[in-house]
């Protein structure tokens, strides 16, 4: 099925003219500065996705970071960078929102990232974005990226085949709902220490880090 190539959608609300000509600017700008014309593939991974982060706080935020609470993806949080317009012909990388934290006291948005090649998990990553501002400049960015950490991102898959298996007893083909990111109901808990930021799912119990550099 074919999707928008919208990387972030802004909510756009009933009569709210102003989020609405928000999210037609960026859909142009997604199509020119992402050659997705045409609706051939593009590469997509972590790099990318950074600076699509990057690109739509200055672009469309004019150099405010708040803009990023305000774009979602399936109806939650998040920003989303879709590689095809057919989902089961691309990768992309949809980073969840899951807070605005102070991080080594500067206020950062805390992300996890996850990497999704035809409709299947492929990485999972911690991302904390902090976005120094500057009076009449483009915003710089200070990014924290966690590892891809294999066994945080197979005990969650895990869980959701085991969701699968629970509710469709003798199914074997998996549908995107369940091998996809995120998945509907998720809920992840967020800590931050001086050390590092952590989110942990709470149903597979599986936790992401991302090491600060504090002591």
Not at 109 to 134: P, W
Not at 136 to 163: E, I, N, S
């Amino acid at each position: 099925m074919a999707r928008s190539m919208t990387s972030a959608n802004p909510v756009a609300r009933p009569g709210d003219l102003k989020s609405i000509v928000t999210l037609l600017l960026f859909t142009c700008l997604t199509v020119l500065c992402t050659g997705c014309a045409g609706g051939g593939t593009r590469s997509v991974s972590m790099d990318t996705w950074r600076q699509g982060v990057e690109s739509y706080v200055n672009d469309v935020g004019k150099g405010d970071p708040a803009v990023l609470g305000e774009t979602t993806y399936k109806g939650r949080p998040a920003f989303a960078q879709l590689g095809n317009p057919i989902a089961a012909e691309g990768t992309d990388a949809v980073g969840v929102l899951l807070g605005n934290k102070a991080v080594m006291g500067r206020p950062a948005f805390i992300y996890l990232v996850g990497l999704v090649d035809k409709e299947k998990v492929e990485q999972i990553h911690m991302a904390v974005c902090q976005v120094i501002a500057s009076q009449g400049q483009k915003a710089q960015f200070k990014w924290l990226v966690g590892k891809d950490d294999k066994d945080a991102t197979q005990r969650y898959m895990d869980y959701r085949k085991g969701l699968f298996n629970q509710r469709f007893p003798g199914r074997q083909d998996m549908p995107p709902a369940y091998t996809s990111f995120p998945g509907e109901g998720d809920v992840f808990d967020v800590a931050v220490t001086p050390q590092q930021v952590t989110a942990t799912h709470q149903g597979s119990g599986a936790v992401w880090r991302v090491g600060t550099g504090g002591k």
